[in-house]
């Protein structure tokens, strides 16, 4: 847990950030996590996920929005990409994942002028026959977050949220979210949140997470289980069988790049699982929460620093 919060803070830190994106030795592995940096490079990945029989979700990535007229870029980003996703046409099959903080929600008035931004991006979605999940960030954007979620489906009732199970308020929501149309991607959460919000433990991060898993998947909505664990996939499975829910009902979903033997796997059992595809220039505050999440990924990134390709 030291290492993660560690790991956290630095995707937090400018300096680390120049020295971290201008070593070439970097790429190599960022290449593992991110799809590339371009349109075209995302669309890629997704035609090959495709053949594979699975699923995918884009992030566009870009958070530390410090103007309006950044936030209207990653709207633009975030159209153009919907464009060229129509042109596969993979419906539902490919959506789009948005974090709020990339349109604006940090700045002045940042609430309102988030919901104005993503707006058209649900609409072009909804006319491709797609839809948009809202990612959930640290604890402090959690309501603007659900009552932007709150606005969205009014008209695009299919508009996805993502519960974070290390925070304690998760529960709750889960039971306000778990109801007819509703989509909710349940993790266990990759932000540095302090002990007066979150689980600081990892055996009650999965313990919670445990509990919000089984408060969805008893619901009427559509759970998408986040986790590379092979534990609580196998309990995801379990509760779908409990409660007679049909393969189209629920998701797994992983990080491109982790366990994509697995994701293939599962997705040729019969279990219907979608790859959270991320890709952009400003990848850096992403990857190190990747290297935040597993001790092994960290091993992977020094021992690629060290090793001349």
Same mark, same amino acid.
């Given at each position: 847990?030291?290492?993660? $919060?560690?790991?956290?803070?630095?995707?937090?830190?400018p300096?680390?950030?120049r020295?971290?994106?201008?070593?070439?030795?970097?790429?190599?592995?960022?290449?593992?996590?991110?799809?590339?940096?371009?349109?075209?490079?995302?669309?890629?990945?997704?035609?090959?996920?495709?053949?594979?029989?699975i699923?995918?979700?884009?992030?566009?990535?870009?958070?530390?929005?410090?103007?309006?007229?950044e936030?209207?870029?990653s709207?633009?980003? +975030?159209?153009?990409?919907?464009?060229?996703?129509?042109?596969?046409?993979?419906?539902?099959?490919?959506?789009?994942?948005?974090?709020?903080?990339?349109f604006?929600?940090?700045?002045?008035?940042?609430?309102?002028?988030?919901?104005?931004?993503?707006?058209?991006?649900?609409?072009?979605?909804?006319?491709i026959?797609?839809?948009?999940?809202?990612?959930?960030?640290?604890?402090?954007?959690?309501e603007s977050?659900?009552?932007?979620?709150?606005?969205?489906? $009014?008209?695009?009732?299919?508009?996805?949220?993502?519960?974070?199970?290390?925070?304690?308020?998760?529960?709750?929501?889960? $039971?306000a979210?778990?109801?007819t149309?509703?989509r909710?991607?349940?993790?266990?959460?990759?932000?540095?949140?302090?002990?007066?919000v979150?689980?600081? $433990?990892?055996?009650?991060?999965d313990?919670?997470?445990?509990?919000?898993l089984?408060?969805?998947?008893?619901?009427?909505? +559509?759970?998408?289980?986040?986790?590379?664990?092979?534990a609580?996939?196998?309990?995801?499975?379990?509760?779908?069988?409990?409660?007679?829910r049909a393969?189209?009902?629920?998701e797994?979903?992983?990080l491109?790049g982790i366990?994509?033997?697995?994701?293939?796997?599962?997705?040729?059992?019969?279990?219907?699982?979608?790859? +959270?595809?991320?890709?952009?220039?400003?990848? #850096?505050? #992403?990857?190190?929460?990747?290297l935040?999440?597993?001790?092994?990924?960290?091993?992977?990134?020094?021992?690629?620093?060290?090793?001349?390709?």
């Amino acid at each position: 847990m030291v290492l993660q $919060k560690a790991l956290l803070a630095a995707s937090r830190r400018p300096g680390l950030r120049r020295v971290v994106t201008g070593n070439p030795a970097t790429r190599r592995v960022v290449d593992r996590f991110v799809a590339g940096e371009t349109l075209d490079d995302a669309l890629v990945a997704v035609r090959a996920l495709s053949a594979d029989g699975i699923q995918v979700t884009l992030d566009h990535l870009g958070e530390d929005i410090t103007t309006r007229a950044e936030a209207e870029r990653s709207r633009d980003a +975030y159209l153009a990409l919907l464009d060229g996703l129509a042109a596969l046409e993979l419906g539902a099959a490919a959506e789009v994942s948005v974090k709020l903080s990339a349109f604006g929600q940090s700045l002045p008035d940042g609430h309102d002028l988030a919901l104005e931004l993503v707006r058209p991006v649900a609409e072009a979605a909804t006319a491709i026959g797609t839809t948009v999940t809202l990612d959930m960030e640290d604890h402090r954007t959690v309501e603007s977050t659900l009552a932007v979620l709150a606005e969205l489906r $009014k008209e695009h009732p299919g508009t996805g949220a993502v519960l974070q199970a290390m925070l304690f308020r998760s529960e709750d929501d889960a $039971k306000a979210l778990a109801v007819t149309g509703s989509r909710v991607r349940l993790v266990k959460g990759a932000y540095n949140e302090p002990a007066a919000v979150a689980h600081q $433990k990892k055996k009650d991060v999965d313990a919670a997470y445990a509990r919000c898993l089984e408060i969805l998947m008893a619901g009427p909505g +559509y759970p998408m289980v986040g986790s590379h664990d092979p534990a609580m996939v196998a309990r995801a499975h379990e509760l779908a069988a409990q409660h007679s829910r049909a393969p189209d009902s629920w998701e797994v979903q992983m990080l491109y790049g982790i366990r994509p033997e697995e994701q293939r796997r599962l997705a040729a059992a019969g279990t219907r699982v979608r790859a +959270y595809v991320p890709y952009g220039v400003d990848w #850096y505050a #992403y990857f190190m929460r990747r290297l935040a999440e597993r001790p092994a990924n960290v091993g992977f990134f020094l021992r690629s620093l060290v090793t001349r390709s």
